[in-house]
Every structure is written in C-alpha cells, then in structure tokens.
C-alpha cells in the first residue's frame, strides 16, 4: 500500500516536472516551480574533429591528446539516442563511432557528404541540444573557385597564406567537391580540403619547400611520383580538420598524424616533418 502510494506520487512529479518547466520557457516567467539547469558539458569541436580522424587508423588504443573530455560527451549522446553501445563510450573516436555518428546525420536527415561520419558544427549543436555546448566551432565554408579550381573557404585560406609564405602563385591540378573526377585520386578529391598541386619546373628542393609549407599551414601533404600510382608528379594536399573530408580523405590525414604517407600500402611519411603538426586554426592561432 504504502509503496503503491509513493509511485502514484513520484509519477505524478515526473509528469508536473515538465509541464511547468516548459511554461517557464515558454513565458520566461522565471518562476521557481521551473527545473534547475544542470551544467552541460563542453564539446571542443577541433579537438573531436582531429580524434574522428586519427582514432580510426591507429593500430592501439591510445586516445588522441586533449580530445577524451570531448569525445566521451559526444559519445554519451549517441549512446542516448540508442546509436552507441555503452562498450564504445570511453574517449576514443574509433569506426564504430564513426559510423554512429554518420547513422546521427542520417536521422537527422543529412546525406552524402554531410553524413560523413565526422562531426559538422550543425550536427555537433543538434546532437548536444540539452546536452553540452561546443566551442572552437569551424566551417568549412561555402565553394568557390581559386585558382580554377573548387575548394571551400577555409581551403582557400589556407592556400593564400602558402602563397604568401612561398612568394609565388600555385597551379592547382585537381580540387575538391570532385567525385569520380578521377578515378586515381581514390575518392579523396571526393569531399572538401583537398587539392592537387603542379610542380612543374620545381627541383626536389623546391616540391620539398612546397610540402613544408603546406603542411605548416595545417594540410597532410606529400609529393607523389609515377612510381606510386597512375599520376604524374604532383603534390596532393587534404586540409587536417575540414569537417567536409571524404573518409578517404580522413583517413590519409589520420595517417599523416600517425607518420605515415597516406597511401593504400600505409608506407612510412616521406616529407618533411613539421614538429608539431598543426591544424589551420592552430597554426592561426599559433602566429
Ligand atoms: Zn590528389
């Protein structure tokens, strides 16, 4: 009897809760039968964007440094919405919550590129709605063209300022946002961030300068030979962080981070190392 009474009552309160919490909303009465805010967490996006691409591609289960904080309250809502088993909450943005968090973007209704399986800054507010809030939030931002080639503001940026480091303008071969374009690029051209580079008239020295550069400036770059697939010399450029990367893309600059060249046989980094590898913000930051 007794406990019969005290669920009756507890039901009753889980059902009062709302209702006056939301009229308090509504009409920002402000009264005090409105439910106290508990402190949301807070989601640093730069830092899940860069575990979402690394943590896929290592080998062990080391976490990506100042990412777990970020990462657990990601996968703490996934979890919630039924996406996530409990098993894969623990800091580390491996393929299953890839693909968690692309089956998010499409119940949202995200497609294509947009459901990548990496954190934009509208899917990121939309999974932490009442759950946590995001700082450094970035864009990749809208398509324009640059030097004859599609590439996405914060791409474009990024180039301008190598120019500027460089003193010389680049010839771009091939830009993003190009599915299918060409078959050899392996689907990496096929989302945002990347770009082909000419190094016509350019010594080993030079391409070297050229790949330095672009990497300080927070791309995973590399110059490739014939002898390493059906393409002429060029140097291939992904934008770490583009939250618009396609996967093959995410996963040659999760590579970079881990040293190694990008390619299908997961060879050894063959560039210059930049210490420590930047993203474009931090790189901003940074100067
Ligand atoms: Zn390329």
Known sequence: MKTILAGAALAAVAVAIPVASDAAQIHGSGSATKAAPTALASVNMEAVLKAAQIDPRRADDTL???????????????????????????????????????????????????????????????????????????????????????????????????????????????????????????????????????????????????????????????????SQGDWPFHVHAAAINDPDLSSQAQHQTGDYYLGKNGLANGAKDDGPKVNPIQTWEEFQRQS
Do not use: C
């Open 64 to 226: 990506t440094p100042g990412a777990k904080s970020s990462v657990l309250a990601v996968e703490q809502a996934l979890q919630a919405k039924g996406l996530l088993d409990k098993k894969w909450v623990d800091g580390y943005f491996g393929t299953t919550t890839v693909k968690a968090y692309t089956e998010f973007q499409k119940s949202i209704g995200y497609k294509g590129l947009a459901a990548n399986g990496v954190p934009g800054k509208s899917s990121l507010a939309k999974l932490g709605d009442k759950r946590f809030t995001v700082n450094h939030a970035l864009t990749p931002g809208a398509r324009v063209t640059f030097r004859g080639a599609t590439v996405n503001t914060r791409t474009k940026a990024m180039l301008v300022k190598t120019e500027q480091l460089l003193g010389r303008k680049l010839v771009l071969e091939q830009g993003s946002y190009n599915p299918g374009g060409d078959p050899t690029s392996a689907g990496t051209h096929d989302g945002g961030g990347v770009v082909d580079i000419s190094v016509k008239g350019l010594d080993a020295k030079g391409k070297n300068t050229l790949v330095r550069t672009l990497r300080t400036v927070g791309f995973a770059a590399w110059s490739r030979t014939p």
